[in-house]
Nanobody, 114 residues
Framework: VQLQASGGGLVQPGGSLRLSCAASGTIFSINTMTWYRQTPGKQRELVAFITSGGSTNYADSVKGRFTISRDNAKNTVYLQMNSLKPGDTAVYLC?????????WGQGTLVTVSS
């Protein structure tokens, strides 16, 4: 299984970005896709996850601003990020869990700065 994340970049505070993560390889119908973020010197933080059935969960820090969604036909998960803050600056990594195995993408950098 390979995961390819994209969509990061530089955005001003209050702006929006949409991240994508496409999974390839043997993808089972039951899985969970998760976005994490990592900044230097801090623990990796779970941002949001979505199950193959569509159930979602969010970190308190992003509730009401970020929306996770997925296209099962394309094995792709999205993260729509609105009202971005400088504190959202991080490398965003996607993760796929299926059959007790975990797979990681390479990450995409999001920088929120004026």
């Amino acid at each position: 299984v390979q995961l390819q994340a994209s969509g990061g970049g530089l955005v001003q505070p209050g702006g929006s970005l949409r991240l994508s993560c496409a999974a390839s390889g043997t993808i089972f119908s039951i899985n969970t896709m998760t976005w994490y973020r990592q900044t230097p010197g801090k623990q990796r933080e779970l941002v949001a996850f979505i199950t193959s059935g569509g159930s979602t969960n969010y970190a308190d820090s992003v509730k009401g601003r970020f929306t996770i969604s997925r296209d099962n036909a394309k094995n792709t998960v999205y993260l729509q990020m609105n009202s971005l803050k400088p504190g959202d600056t991080a490398v965003y990594l996607c993760n796929l869990r299926q059959s007790a195995r975990s797979y990681w993408g390479q990450g995409t950098l999001v920088t929120v700065s004026s």
